[in-house]
């Protein structure tokens, strides 16, 4: 009993995206119950393991969802909602509240979700027993749809994350920056996969864009990007640090990337007119602006 | 004679993206005359084929620029300009312009861009005598740094793409979409490589977003992005055709990706004032509006 209870502080989940330490990829579970004290899905009956904005950590493929499709590395997996208790049969829409919303927040903050199947789901991957892990999956797209039933149900794509960018949980409570945030590199910012610094950054401006205070509202919650000042990996070697990041909207992750706008040592912008809105809890680096200035940025007066 | 001429038609040249058919990756030539008559490489004397905002379509590695650096799938190749005559000595700064333009355009307008390498080029990669055909190359980056003469140098960084995704030429002059283009599925489209098609309606709209009417623009020229209105690939089996294609900018891509936005029959945005942008010569199917709006769009007063 202490240790299912040890990851509740004042009824607060303390949630881990990514893989649970002592559980690798294959571990088998023989019940709900010694599934949710590995930690590994925690709800003994709900299917998505999350709430709201926070995001989904974990789902249980089970067979209670007659429209989930099981492709292995990729499942169009179904929200949940608007079941009948007794027969399990759809008898309502589903709204993107709750569990639903969870999952789709994974989308918005690049959140990793763990799959663990189930005997019961119908699939060629379902263990014959009980109940599997089979890694991290991330939510590529999600949308609504007329199921079987008639009624509206929340569809999610779940595709499986590559092992190597899988190696290490992290944890956004601690908040410790380990290994899923080192190993961060082109490929997994182009996947769209977020580091926890990312997040926190997003998080203290709220979602506005530092140059332009623009913040975008999506169905699931607000939308900004985390871009580096300098880059990371060879020849740039940018530091994979807050302090070499900014929250931006898309427009002005282009501009900035593309050497079209640029920030002077004292946040005035260039290129463009305004201020880089700076949060004093935001330390950033004035060499990481100077390289993205002398390297990125076209002075239209200086350019011949 | 005939031959090196077919692709000159009043002083425009054909410029093909992609392999030249008859001419695979590894194909060998003795000269650049021989690389030029091949159509593998135009140019007998230039380094980068291409103009301007319309990309480059090959380059040379030659040991012309000291600060070319080769790691095979990864090249930093060095834009040209500043060098003297007789002594090929960086004299003075790179500016985006000419060939350098070119290869910033191919970001700009995910164009691949052919390299070969030849004998005096000083990397492990290179023939021993005459030059050789590597294949298809993004660019990925650029920059500007100072060079090891201390002048102002442009910097590409080419990444060979997969032989799967360049297995067939395209060509902009006879705007056919052939294989390259039909092979495009979300994969593609996340590395940022662009159908023909894409191109074209973007130019069509000179960039403009057809939701807000904003143009980026970036010192290499414009930019905007081109969504399928409809996803490709199972389940929702969008189709890769123009009347699936909308031109926006990044922040509208987000809004309308993840179902802020959508589009009434009428062309009225659903989410957001206004009405979106149709030229006259851009048929949109309603289908495919109806689809990403019962699929994608939440309507704030219908969700619970």
Redesign the interface.
């Known amino acids: 009993m202490g240790d299912s209870l040890r990851n509740y502080v004042c009824g607060m989940v303390e949630r881990i995206f990514g893989h649970i330490p002592g559980y690798p990829e294959g571990s088998c579970f023989v019940s709900r119950l010694e599934l949710s004290r590995a930690g590994v899905h925690r709800p003994r009956v709900a299917g998505i393991s999350g709430r709201g904005r926070e995001g989904a950590d974990s789902v249980v493929l089970a067979g209670g969802y007659e429209d989930t499709?099981d492709f292995g590395n990729d499942i169009?997996y179904t929200g949940h909602g608007g079941r009948e208790v007794e027969t399990g049969k759809q008898i309502g829409h589903q709204?993107?509240t709750r569990g639903n919303l969870a999952l789709a927040s994974n989308r918005?903050l690049g959140l990793p979700v763990r799959v663990i199947r189930g005997a019961r789901h119908p699939s060629s991957y379902s263990p014959s027993v009980g109940y599997r892990y089979h890694g991290l999956y991330a939510v590529d797209?999600y949308?609504?749809?007329r199921g079987r039933s008639g009624f509206r149900i929340w569809?999610f794509r779940l595709v499986k994350l590559p092992i190597m960018l899988t190696a290490e949980p992290y944890d956004t409570k601690t908040q410790k920056n380990n290994a899923a945030t080192t190993h961060v590199g082109t490929t997994l910012l182009?996947?769209g996969r977020e580091t926890e610094q990312m997040r926190q950054l997003k998080a203290l401006y709220r979602y506005r864009c530092q140059m332009c205070g623009?913040r975008?509202?999506?169905?699931?919650g607000p939308?900004a990007e985390a871009v580096y000042i300098r880059?990371l990996g060879v020849?740039h070697n940018g530091s994979d640090t807050s302090d070499n990041l900014l929250c931006l909207?898309?427009?002005h992750?282009?501009?900035f990337e593309?050497?079209?706008v640029a920030i002077a040592d004292d946040f005035t912008l260039l290129g463009q007119d305004g201020r880089l809105l700076v949060d004093f809890r935001h330390h950033i680096n004035k060499q990481h602006l100077r390289y993205h200035r002398?390297?990125?940025w076209?002075d239209p007066e200086a350019?011949?």
Do not use: F, M
């Open positions: 499709q169009l709204a993107l918005l797209d949308w609504q749809e569809r182009r996947l623009k975008l509202e999506t169905s699931a939308y880059p020849p909207c898309a427009n992750h282009v501009l593309l050497g079209k002398e390297h990125y076209i350019e011949g």
